[in-house]
């Protein structure tokens, strides 16, 4: 799943909406994301006011509830299953 976020919705916001669609589950019922990651970190990687980052492209790649989501340059958010964890064998 392929999502443009509204600029005006904070990405934190705009990542559990889009994981709540691709999982097709209310956002009540996924996992809180401040467990995966820092939002606020994540907020201000991709705060567009002030062109915080200088016109640099930078993504970011992590699971959150059963899905593997990135964001590229807070323009798009991409939403995708998530690989199970490979099973160590001996």
């Known amino acids: 799943m392929d ?7 904070p990405m934190t ?3 559990v909406e889009a994981v709540s669609s691709f999982e097709n589950r209310a956002p009540t019922e996924l996992p809180t994301l401040h467990d995966t990651v820092d939002a606020e970190a994540l907020a201000a990687l991709f705060e567009t006011e002030g062109d915080v980052n200088g016109g640099v492209s930078c993504s970011v790649t992590f699971t959150f509830s059963d899905s593997q989501v990135t964001i590229e340059n807070g ?5 995708e299953a998530a690989s199970p964890t490979p099973v ?3």
């Open 13 to 15: 916001v705009a990542v």
């Open 88 to 90: 160590a064998r001996h």
């Open 3 to 9: 999502v443009s976020p509204d600029p005006n919705t």
């Open 75 to 79: 323009e798009r958010i991409v939403v």
